[in-house]
């Protein structure tokens, strides 16, 4: 049954499913417009349960209030802080921290790894370069927030995703399979890219 954890803009709700010895814990925040249900959040937190981890999929306060728009990047980000904090306090993070997303997820996982202390961050469909509009100037590339992530990390994204696709980078795996944006394709490529990963990772 899912848990909620107050954060500083309100409750978020989590989902916890543990393993017998968990050698860590997966902790995956959703997309802008979706929700923890999303395929490949699902996919990734099972292989990580199959790998020995404990997951943990976190639902941000706006939802949980009923809100479609999302937060402002930094009430996602202390809302995540707050929720991964509790984790670890409350003794249901032990171990190992893996901490990731999809799309905006993956960013409020790679904006916050240094100060959650995480040990490895798994970025699922990281939504590099905003598709550009008519009549407006390109939007900056968000590569700088994967380069600032010193921990180990991958990448999953789909070929065709309408974002591209990320560079790799000493640290950072990039596994690039079927698809586009919901990596909803291929779900067997997205689960063997993260098992794969957390297995050389532990």
Known sequence: MPIEIETPHGPARVSVETVVDARGV??????AGGGVAARDLVTAAAA????GLASALVEQPYRVAGRRSPAPAAQL????????DHL??????AGALVVGGRSSGARVACRTAAASGADA???LAFPLQPPARAG????????PELDEVTVPMLVVQGANDRFGVPPGAPG?????????HALRSDLGAVSEAVAAWLADLL
Do not use: E, I, N, Q
């Not at 980000?77 to 991964?84: G, I, Y």
């Open 121 to 123: 961050v798994l970025c």
């Open 136 to 143: 407006k100037p390109p939007a900056p590339s968000r590569l």
């Open 88 to 93: 670890r306090t409350s003794g249901l993070a």
């Open 48 to 51: 990580a349960r199959a790998a």
């Open 172 to 180: 950072r795996t990039v596994a690039v399979v079927r698809g586009d």
């Open 77 to 84: 980000d202390a809302a995540w802080l707050a929720v991964v």
């Open 26 to 31: 997966l902790v995956l925040g959703h997309g």
